[in-house]
């Protein structure tokens, strides 16, 4: 079994910062990325979540567009920890922020797609 938990997040006014953290833990064999995904209100479909950020192997690290200059993703897929540091947040920010991890469990050849629970973000203008 796998889990992704999620910690940080909550309610902060337009030019605020808030501090994320995912730890995954679990039957791991291995690690190949971990990032952060959000699904913007109005939304309920995991296909609808939008990348925020992603940490690979070798440290190759991606953010979207909206994230650059204001988002940094730290951490080590080794540890299996990440963090997400969000700077001059934005209303349009508010979203329910997702860890994400592509994982191999022990036990099979596979990689799988795992998700934490999610926590709220809400950036008040």
């Known amino acids: 079994q796998v889990q992704l938990v999620e910690s940080g997040g909550g309610v902060v006014q337009s030019g605020g910062s808030l501090r994320l953290s995912c730890v995954a833990s679990?039957?791991?064999?291995?690690?190949?990325?971990m990032g952060w995904y959000r699904q913007p209100p109005g939304t309920e479909l995991e296909t609808e979540r939008e990348?925020?950020?992603?940490?690979?192997?070798?440290?190759?690290?991606n953010y979207a567009g909206f994230a650059k200059g204001r988002f940094t993703i730290s951490g080590d897929i080794a540890t299996k920890t990440i963090h997400l540091q969000m700077n001059d947040l934005k209303p349009d920010d508010t979203a329910v922020y997702f860890c994400?991890?592509?994982?191999?469990?022990?036990?099979?050849?596979?990689?799988?797609?795992?998700w934490g629970a999610g926590t709220q973000v809400t950036v008040s203008s």
């Open positions: 994400h991890a592509d994982i191999r469990p022990w036990g099979t050849d596979r990689r799988y797609n795992y």
């Open positions: 679990g039957d791991i064999l291995s690690v190949n990325a």
């Open positions: 990348l925020v950020a992603v940490i690979a192997g070798a440290g190759n690290i």
